[in-house]
T-cell receptor
Framework: EAQVTQNPRYLITVTGKKLTVTCSQN?????MSWYRQDPGLGLRQIYY???????DKGDVPEGYKVSRKEKRNFPLILESPSPNQTSLYFC?????????????FGPGTRLTVT | GQQLNQSPQSMFIQEGEDVSMNCTSS?????WLWYKQDPGEGPVLLIA?????ELTSNGRLTAQFGITRKDSFLNISASIPSDVGIYFC?????????FGTGTRLQVFP
């Protein structure tokens, strides 16, 4: 089954404790992206990757890092989480960077930072 | 970062009613997309629009790409309980996808 998977689905952590949210897709997609969703603000792009070893900042990259060493994986790293990073996070992928209409979303990761 | 203005923020309607929501921007987009998000899940694409003035239907859903390329609307006809969810518009320009703030739809039997 074609899908985007994220782990963990739920995470509660404390300020300053490094964490990684994994994202994996099995569709051989070139483009992958991370979004955060906050009430009243919709989805805002954090980082995106047009292909392996190519990553770029989205609209809200501060406090986040990403890497794209393999085509299928695009982990989101919070080196020193803070409470304002409490949010619902979505990973997404599409065939290419120009085919956004084919963007598939993962099920989401709800992160709480205390 | 830029966001799209989407209205209304929420709607409470009775089953069988028609629904309209729209999205506006101060910038031009090349593509307009409409997504639906069910509780506890990620957004799912409903309709994609590629040309100014384009009117596209998907079952009971109809969406239009505004002539100015700065707006789009989505209509849902004869709503049913499973239409409940959050609807997002999104505009695409170059390699960026910008989302609206969402319209939360509640349908009562």
């Amino acid at each position: 089954e074609a899908q985007v998977t994220q782990n963990p689905r739920y995470l509660i952590t404390v300020t300053g404790k490094k964490l990684t949210v994994t994202c994996s897709q099995n569709m051989n997609h070139e483009y992958m992206s991370w979004y955060r969703q906050d009430p009243g603000l919709g989805l805002r792009q954090i980082y995106y990757s047009m292909n392996v070893e190519v990553t770029d900042k989205g609209d809200v990259p501060e406090g986040y890092k990403v890497s794209r060493k393999e085509k299928r994986n695009f982990p989101l790293i919070l080196e020193s989480p803070s409470p304002n990073q409490t949010s619902l996070y979505f990973c997404a992928s599409s065939l290419s960077g120009t085919a956004y209409h084919e963007q598939y979303f993962g099920p989401g990761t709800r992160l709480t930072v205390t | 970062g830029q966001q799209l203005n989407q209205s209304p923020q929420s709607m409470f309607i009775q089953e069988g009613e028609d629904v309209s929501m729209n999205c506006t921007s101060s910038s031009i987009f090349n593509t307009w997309l409409w997504y639906k998000q069910d509780p506890g899940e990620g957004p799912v694409l409903l309709i994609a629009l590629y040309k100014a003035g384009e009117l596209t239907s998907n079952g009971r859903l109809t969406a239009q790409f505004g002539i100015t390329r700065k707006d789009s609307f989505l209509n849902i006809s004869a709503s049913i309980p499973s239409d409940v969810g959050i609807y997002f518009c999104a505009g695409q320009r170059a390699d960026k996808l910008i989302f609206g703030t969402g319209t939360r739809l509640q349908v009562f039997p």
